[in-house]
């Protein structure tokens, strides 16, 4: 198993980007693929896209994020990727409804985003579960589903 105990870098800074770019062509980069939950933590233990296992011991004052270059190496590179994250889409059909639906996502600790008149909700399960607990204001006509 592989430790890894520090962020080097990001992938995006100049000279790890063209270190990466290189090891890339070479077929060495591997990633950690973290969902949201996994940022938070210090400690974790998990294989790469590749099958190399390792266990990242953090120091409490580092946070994982995308691109965070954890090992970087002539032969070899490791770099943290967010899985992508799924959203349910509404828009509000009036102020009134925009006001109540925000309410009720604030009850039902979602997290969300706003994107102009579109309410996006963070998927941490699955949508039909979240379209159930939403259907009388689809039901209602106070809401529109979006797709993106």
């Known amino acids: 198993m592989l430790v890894l105990n520090k962020i ?15 090891l890339n062509h070479h077929g060495v980069v591997e990633h950690l693929v973290l ?8 400690r974790l233990r998990m294989k790469t896209d590749k099958g190399t296992e390792c266990a990242i ?3 409490r004052n580092e946070m994982l994020s995308n691109g965070a270059v954890l090992l970087l190496e002539d032969k070899k590179a490791i770099v943290v990727q967010m899985a992508k994250v ?3 889409c509404l828009r509000p059909t009036s102020v ?3 006001l109540e639906v925000g309410y009720f996502c604030g009850n039902m600790h979602w997290k969300v985003d706003f994107e102009g008149d579109i309410l996006r909700i963070m998927l941490n399960g699955p949508k039909e579960r979240y379209i159930e607990r939403i259907f009388h204001f689809i039901s209602d006509v106070k809401v529109e589903l979006v797709h993106e």
């Open 86 to 88: 799924e959203y349910l």
């Open 57 to 59: 011991q953090l120091s």
């Open 35 to 42: 969902n949201k939950d996994d940022v938070l933590r210090h």
């Open 8 to 22: 080097i870098a990001n992938s995006t800074d100049q000279g790890v980007a063209e270190q990466l770019h290189d």
């Open 96 to 98: 009134a409804a925009a």
